[in-house]
T-cell receptor, first 113, second 112 residues
Framework: DTAVSQTPKYLVTQMGNDKSIKCEQN?????MYWYKQDSKKFLKIMFSYNNKELIINETVPNRFSPKSPDKAHLNLHINSLELGDSAVYFCASSSRDRGSPLHFGNGTRLTVT | GENVEQHPSTLSVQEGDSAVIKCTYS??????FPWYKQELGKRPQLIID?????GEKKDQRIAVTLNKTAKHFSLHITETQPEDSTVYFC???????????FGDGTTLTVKP
């Protein structure tokens, strides 16, 4: 069983479109995250949620809107996609404790043309 | 917030040699220091971690050392093998649960 699963794996779309990425974890973790990995492979946190509550929002454009219907799910909706949004988006989860490792999903490669 | 610097960005060693990657962090509240590796096209995966009440931790050929005073921690890989060639990331949580800041990564190449 996949611990953190995100869909789709690949997403190719045109500028200006709206798209969503879904993420689910079955580890019983309280905290979920979205990270963006750009072409230089830098991993940057975008959002984190704890028990459906937003706790971290790292100056991400408001075209990005995360939603957490329950603590096992964290989805990412992106409006008016831009070329610079092209990247790999990773969902991750961990327990609330700061001393806990992140468990990553397999990533969604978003390409905006 | 937490700032993590990772060096070197690329590292090339001969098979059998040791490799060392170092990270420095800024927030003294950080108390947990994981290392991840990321194979090409794959997700980052934890390889070893250390908590602030410990100075060193080993797992077979991999070890992590922590110097809290100097605010740095290092990944040591001994007897390197070509299969160790990949990208390694360090991370630190800072004062906020829910925010792990990653270093910029180190691409390790082990030459046979």
């Amino acid at each position: 069983d996949t611990a953190v699963s995100q869909t789709p794996k690949y997403l190719v779309t045109q500028m200006g479109n709206d798209k969503s990425i879904k993420c689910e974890q079955n580890l019983g973790h309280d905290t979920m995250y979205w990270y963006k990995q750009d072409s230089k492979k830098f991993l940057k946190i975008m959002f984190s949620y704890n028990n459906k509550e937003l706790i971290i929002n790292e100056t991400v454009p408001n075209r990005f809107s995360p939603k957490s219907p329950d603590k096992a799910h964290l989805n990412l909706h992106i409006n008016s996609l831009e070329l610079g949004d092209s990247a790999v988006y990773f969902c991750a989860s961990s327990s609330r404790d700061r001393g806990s490792p992140l468990h990553f999903g397999n990533g969604t490669r978003l390409t905006v043309t | 917030g937490e700032n993590v610097e990772q060096h070197p960005s690329t590292l090339s060693v001969q098979e059998g040699d040791s490799a060392v990657i170092k990270c420095t962090y800024s927030d003294s509240a950080s108390n947990y220091f994981p290392w991840y590796k990321q194979e090409l096209g794959k997700r980052p995966q934890l390889i070893i971690d250390i908590r602030s009440n410990v100075g060193e931790k080993k797992d077979q050929r991999i070890a992590v050392t922590l110097n809290k005073t100097a605010k740095h921690f290092s990944l040591h890989i001994t007897e390197t093998q070509p299969e160790d060639s990949t990208v390694y990331f360090c991370a630190a949580p800072g004062a906020n649960a829910g925010k792990s800041t990653f270093g910029d990564g180190t691409t390790l190449t082990v030459k046979p």
